[in-house]
């Protein structure tokens, strides 16, 4: 083993040890799950096409029959199905519905009032009363593990 190996693997050593006596292993835990979700891909498939969306970039999607809108950091995609089929494929990525025709991520959200969502680009979003009390127990869970980063 040379000399810059060694030098870089007791740096990356001394790096973890102090990031363990701030944050534990449980924050240790959560900042591996936010990268490993931060390389996750959505495949919005259309008839024609595939796009690869990264996750991360999503800021919510919207439905209007069966046509769904992704809103992403890049512009929109389009394609057909049900927001029941996306939100079992995104809830894990921390996504909720906060209307019967809106999905948006936890991530993105800045502020919740009685009726709407403020996204981070200042983005409305309504809040229904059906899915209030969900979006606002998973925002206040999001909030607490993520309280550590800000």
């Known amino acids: ?6 030098i870089n693997k007791n740096m990356i050593k001394k790096e973890v040890r102090a ?12 900042a591996m799950d936010s990268y490993s979700n931060l390389q996750q891909l959505y495949l919005c498939r259309t008839k024609n096409a595939t796009s690869k969306i990264r996750i991360c ?9 069966h046509l769904i809108t992704i809103y992403t950091t890049d512009g929109c ?18 996504f909720v519905r906060c209307t019967q025709s809106h999905l948006v991520p936890l991530t993105k959200i800045r502020s919740i009032a009685y009726d709407c969502i403020t996204l981070l680009d200042d983005t409305t979003l309504p809040l229904s009363k059906r899915y209030s009390s969900q979006v606002l127990l998973s925002f206040k869970i999001y909030e607490k593990r993520n309280s550590h980063l800000k």
């Open 1 to 6: 083993m040379d000399l810059i190996t060694e």
């Open 19 to 30: 990031f363990l006596d701030i944050y534990g292993f449980e924050g240790l835990k959560q």
């Open 57 to 65: 970039e999503i800021n919510y999607l919207q439905i209007c029959g």
């Open 77 to 94: 995609y389009h394609k057909y199905g049900s927001l029941k089929t996306e939100l079992e494929s995104l809830s894990q990525y921390g």
